[in-house]
C-alpha cells in the first residue's frame, strides 16, 4: 500500500443544532426534480448541495444554473465539478422559461458555472433565457446571478443589462484578503466594478450581492465590505454561513451563531442597503421572490418620500 492509501481520511465537521435542514422528502420535491430532469436542466440546489432544498423545492423553487454541470473554475468552497465544459445547449433557454411555466414561478433566479473558455464567458445564454422568459411567462420576475467575466469584453455584461433582469446578482462571497486562497481566479475589485457597473448602466435594476460567512474573515473586514458594497451601490446583501460540501474542500473555521448574524443584519440595514438577508442557512436565491418583493416595496417607499421633500 502506498502513503496515499494510509493517509487518515479527513473528516466530516460536526454542525451545530442551528444549522437544520429540512430532509427533501415531499412530493414538490419528486415534482420538481422529475421535471428539471426532463428538460435537461441542472440546478444549483443539487450541484451545490444547499441544505434549502428540502424546504425550497417543496414549494417547487428551483434555481436554475445554465451553462452547463461543468465549471472552469477551482474554488476551494464550491462544490460545482471543474473541468472542460460541454458545449453551449441551445434548447435551454426554452427549457428554462418552460420550466418557469410548469412550476408557476413569480420570481425566478437562473445562474451559471463560469465559462471563461467563451468568448462572452456565456453573457448570450442569459440573454437568451430572459428573452425565452419574457415571451413565455411575461410576469415573472426574473433575477440573475452571473459569474465576473473577468477578461470578457464589457460588452457582455451590458448585453445582460439591456436584456432587463430584475434583480442583477453577482456574488463577492468573502473578505477581499481571503481571496487568494478561496477564489484564487477572482478578483474583489473587479466584482464590486461589475455591480457598479450595471447599476450606472441601468438605475432601475436592483444590484444584490453575498457574502458567506465562517471561512475566517474578522468582523471589521465583513463591515468594511459592507462599505464597499454601499459604495458600489447595491442594493441588496445576502449573508450565510459557508458549509463544506465535502472533506475536499475548505473547512469551516468558525460557525456564526444567528445572533451575531441577527448582529450583521441590523448593521447592514443602518448602512443603507434596502434589503438584507442574514441567517446562516440563507443563500442567494433563498427566499428571493418574497425578499425582491419587500425590496420593491422598499424602493417605492424611499422613492416617495424623496418626492415629498
Ligand atoms: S436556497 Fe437557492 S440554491 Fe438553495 S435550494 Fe433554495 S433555491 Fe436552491
Given at each position: 500500500m502506498n502513503d496515499l492509501a494510509n493517509a487518515p481520511k479527513p473528516e466530516r465537521q460536526r454542525k451545530p443544532d442551528w444549522i437544520r435542514a429540512k430532509a427533501p422528502t415531499s412530493e414538490g420535491y419528486r415534482e420538481t426534480r422529475e421535471l428539471m430532469r426532463t428538460l435537461n436542466l441542472n440546478t444549483v440546489c443539487e450541484e451545490a448541495a444547499?441544505?434549502?432544498i428540502g424546504e425550497c423545492w417543496t414549494k417547487k423553487h428551483a434555481t436554475v444554473m445554465i451553462l452547463g454541470d461543468t465549471c472552469t473554475r477551482a474554488c476551494a468552497f464550491c462544490n460545482v465539478k471543474t473541468g472542460m465544459p460541454r458545449a453551449v445547449d441551445q434548447a435551454e433557454p426554452e427549457h428554462v422559461a418552460e420550466a418557469a411555466a410548469k412550476l408557476g414561478l413569480?420570481?425566478?433566479?437562473?445562474t451559471s458555472v463560469d465559462r471563461d473558455d467563451l468568448p462572452d464567458g456565456g453573457a448570450h445564454q442569459f440573454v437568451k433565457v430572459i428573452e425565452a422568459l419574457r415571451r413565455t411567462t411575461p410576469s415573472t420576475t426574473i433575477e440573475i446571478l452571473t459569474p465576473d467575466f473577468r477578461n470578457k469584453a464589457r460588452a457582455a455584461i451590458e448585453s445582460i443589462v439591456v436584456a432587463g433582469p430584475d434583480v442583477y446578482n453577482h456574488n463577492i462571497e468573502t473578505v477581499p484578503r481571503l481571496y487568494p486562497t478561496i477564489l484564487p481566479g477572482a478578483r474583489y475589485y473587479a466584482s464590486l466594478r461589475l455591480?457598479?457597473?450595471?447599476?450606472?448602466?441601468d438605475p432601475a435594476i436592483f444590484t444584490k450581492s453575498g457574502v458567506m460567512l465562517g471561512l475566517g474573515?474578522?468582523?471589521?473586514?465583513?463591515?468594511q465590505v459592507m462599505d464597499d458594497m454601499r459604495c458600489a451601490d447595491?442594493?441588496?446583501?445576502t449573508m450565510g454561513q459557508y458549509l463544506q460540501p465535502t472533506p475536499r474542500h475548505t473547512r469551516v473555521?468558525?460557525?456564526?451563531?444567528?445572533?451575531?448574524?441577527?448582529?450583521y443584519g441590523a448593521i447592514a440595514r443602518a448602512k443603507g442597503f434596502l434589503q438584507v438577508a442574514a441567517s446562516p442557512l440563507t443563500r442567494s436565491s433563498y427566499h428571493a421572490g418574497k425578499?425582491?418583493?419587500?425590496?420593491r416595496a422598499a424602493r417605492a417607499v424611499k422613492l416617495a418620500k424623496a418626492g415629498a421633500v
Open positions: 444547499c441544505p434549502n413569480e420570481h425566478i433566479v437562473i455591480l457598479e457597473d450595471v447599476k450606472s448602466h474573515e474578522e468582523r471589521l473586514e465583513v463591515h447595491i442594493d441588496f446583501l473555521i468558525e460557525f456564526v451563531t444567528p445572533q451575531a448574524f441577527s448582529a425578499d425582491f418583493a419587500e425590496m
